[in-house]
């Protein structure tokens, strides 16, 4: 499972990405990847934080918990899908995850971008309707790219969510963008900035 962690304090934040990981749960802390639920930190307080993570998880579809620094009011603030106030353990963090994930409707399996289909639940895509055989990792980069079209997804956030994090930079992303756009037989599928990253755009 995957989390969005939005959290500016790293003393607030290392500890909740160590204990997840624990639990087998992976959190990140930027936008892009695919991921099951927004967790807002309780150094980012307030009805903007909220809002703010709303916008982050694709109008919603996401659930959001909101976690509040010790001696604010218990009750769940408005937007959110469950609360929890400081002190907590990473278990009772870690139970309210779930059950949110649990009660979240369930993603369209299929998700269609112009003439391109990826079906997340065989892992497989079709391009006109027909099937493009991926090695894992360009599927998983594609993945990536498609959770949100147009938006330029930063290079170590792709090597840290794709390959694994502090993965040395190398020619290993761009070899892996080079046979996706091959496989897609069109490079404007991918579009790459200098010195930035990639992002997925349909051709004209």
């Not at 027909?130 to 990792?137: D, G, N, S, T």
């Amino acid at each position: 499972m995957r989390v969005l962690l939005v959290e500016d304090d790293e003393s607030i934040a290392e500890p909740l990405i160590e204990g997840l990981a624990r639990y087998g749960i992976t959190a990140g802390r930027g936008p892009g990847a695919p991921y099951d639920l927004v967790l807002l930190g309780p150094g980012r307080p307030g009805a903007g934080g909220i809002e703010a993570c709303r916008g982050l998880s694709r109008d919603g579809a996401v659930p959001l918990i909101v976690l509040s620094p010790r001696g604010r009011a218990a009750d769940r603030p408005a937007g959110a899908d469950d609360h929890l106030a400081e002190p907590f353990t990473v278990s009772d963090l870690v139970a309210r995850i779930r059950a949110a994930v649990r009660r979240a409707p369930a993603e369209e399996p299929v998700r269609t971008y112009g003439p391109l289909r990826i079906d997340t639940r065989s892992r497989q895509i079709r391009l006109h309707g027909v099937p493009i055989p991926l090695a894992p990792k360009e599927y998983d980069l594609l993945l990536l790219l498609a959770a949100d079209p147009g938006a330029v997804v930063d290079r170590r956030h792709i090597l840290d969510t794709v390959w694994q994090p502090n993965v040395g930079p190398g020619r290993t992303l761009d070899f892996h963008v080079a046979s996706l756009r091959r496989k897609l037989g069109d490079a404007g599928w991918i579009e790459n900035r200098r010195g930035v990253g990639f992002r997925l755009v349909v051709p004209a």
